[in-house]
Nanobody, 119 residues
Framework: QAQLVETGGGLVQAGSSLRLSCTGS????IGWFRQAPGKGREGVAC????????YYKDSGMGRFTISRDISKNTVYLQMSDLTPEDTAVYYC????????????????WGQGTRVTVSS
């Protein structure tokens, strides 16, 4: 399976938007996770492999949108109205068929991209 590579992180002000990319996704189910300093890795959104059904953690509901572009072999996480609480390293992970917001369901991970939101 192709390696996963996350890009798109950076330093932004509160209220801004960012779009993260996860390249190498293929047709696999993809989950986006984040890990804030001193905290565990939590799922924020995921998308199934076949039907593109997506799921969101409460923290991202209404602000985050996950989508897939098969032609570009990429899954995106569009984030809007960012707050300092969204500051974290964001990771994408892949598995077969059905996605999950539980990190233990995944064995294939990218290296992460850092998002810092200033107040």
């Amino acid at each position: 399976q192709a390696q996963l590579v996350e890009t798109g992180g950076g330093l932004v002000q509160a209220g801004s938007s960012l779009r993260l990319s996860c390249t190498g996704s293929g047709s696999r189910a993809i989950g986006w996770f984040r890990q804030a300093p001193g905290k565990g890795r939590e799922g924020v959104a995921c998308i199934n492999s076949n039907d593109r059904t997506s799921y969101y953690k409460d923290s991202g509901m209404g602000r985050f949108t996950i989508s897939r572009d098969i032609s570009k072999n990429t899954v995106y996480l569009q984030m809007s109205d960012l707050t300092p609480e969204d500051t974290a390293v964001y990771y994408c992970a892949a598995r077969s068929y059905l996605c999950s917001l539980d990190r233990v369901a995944y064995t294939s991970w990218g290296q992460g991209t850092r998002v810092t939101v200033s107040s």
